[in-house]
């Protein structure tokens, strides 16, 4: 086991090593770090609005800033509201000032375009799914227990159609609705247009409580589970900030802050879903590097130790 975590580099020599590190971070393992941050003047980054409204990635991010005073003051400010496949292709022009960091799932593509802080900020929750469902349309889930159950259904889930969960799903032979706001896949629940839109254990609770819909209710039984790390990203040539969220992220592993996050923000997912009574349902993630399937096999592997030092 390596003693020291690596400062972030654009080398790709240094990549594996860094992404060793995120797996070891889905055990919630502290380990000691050790960089060496370029200095740079205090400067507002913009946060892409969705994470910036969460109070779970709104907090890692200020923890990650405020862990590296060598580089000054800094300022998040809230994006305007943009389709996660508009803020990705903002972050990849390099030069744009409409965004300068978001949290999204990853995928090989996204890893080959930007820059990614290969540390999952939910220890991997993203990947493990649960279903936001209209009231009549909970016996349709009754009596699945497999993939191929669930398959067998008719049962449609609801995606945003750039959020790499979609092709995932489809490959594995689930029908999936899609369109480019979040916002709007609710209204289509309620429309009847799918049966699950299919949240997070890390955003589903967050979600509800902003949509205040008593319409609306978590179904009780299923556990979808793929490989789908989430990470930070920023610009290709945004190397400043790359370099002083991968540092402070390892120095709040290093003191313990981040395990207090994780159960701070999703210690209460855990426990309210009831996870460890769910059917989980696991689908493969063809689409991931060869690193981050590493990462999200060992989320899998280790979901019943996490889950029980989140509910501590």
């Not at 790709?12 to 889905?26: D, I, K, N, V, Y």
């Not at 803020?87 to 820059?115: M, P």
């Not at 699945?144 to 609801?158: A, F, K, V």
Request: aromatic share 8%; glycine share 8%.
């Amino acid at each position: 086991m390596e003693r020291h975590l690596p400062a972030f580099n654009a080398c790709q020599g240094l990549r594996r090593r860094t992404l060793r590190l995120a797996t070891l971070l889905l055990c919630l393992l502290v380990m000691p770090a050790s960089a060496e941050p370029a200095p740079g003047a205090g400067r507002s980054y913009i946060l892409w609005y969705r994470n910036y409204d969460s109070p779970a990635i709104h907090a890692l991010v200020a923890l990650a800033l405020t862990k590296t005073p060598e580089y000054g003051e800094f300022k998040l400010v809230r994006s305007e509201e943009l389709s996660q496949g508009r803020v990705l292709r903002e972050l990849a022009k390099g030069q744009s000032r409409l965004v300068d960091i978001a949290n999204v799932a990853t995928s090989a593509e996204r890893e080959e375009l930007l820059s990614a802080i290969p540390i999952p900020v939910d220890g991997g929750l993203l990947g493990f799914r649960v279903c936001v469902v209209l009231p009549e349309s909970l016996p349709l889930f009754e009596g699945i227990h497999n993939l191929e159950d669930l398959q067998d259904s008719g049962i449609r889930i609801g995606q945003g159609s750039h959020w790499p969960d979609t092709p995932v799903l489809v490959a594995n032979g689930i029908p999936v609705v899609t369109h480019s706001r979040y916002e709007i896949l609710y209204g289509m629940l309620r429309n009847k247009r799918f049966e699950c839109f299919a949240r997070g254990v890390s955003e589903v609770l967050y979600d509800l409580q902003v949509i205040h819909d008593p319409n609306l209710v978590i179904e009780p039984s299923l556990l979808i589970a793929y490989s789908m790390p989430s990470y930070l990203f920023v610009g290709p040539e945004d190397q400043q900030t790359a370099h002083r969220l991968q540092l402070g992220l390892e120095r709040a592993i290093s003191d313990g802050s981040f395990g207090r996050f994780l159960r701070e923000y999703y210690g209460q997912a855990a426990e309210v879903l009831n996870l460890d009574r769910r059917v989980v349902i696991a689908l493969d993630n063809p689409y991931l590097s060869e690193d981050s399937r590493s990462v999200g096999r060992q989320a899998l592997s280790n979901l019943r130790r996490r889950l029980d030092l989140l509910e501590r």
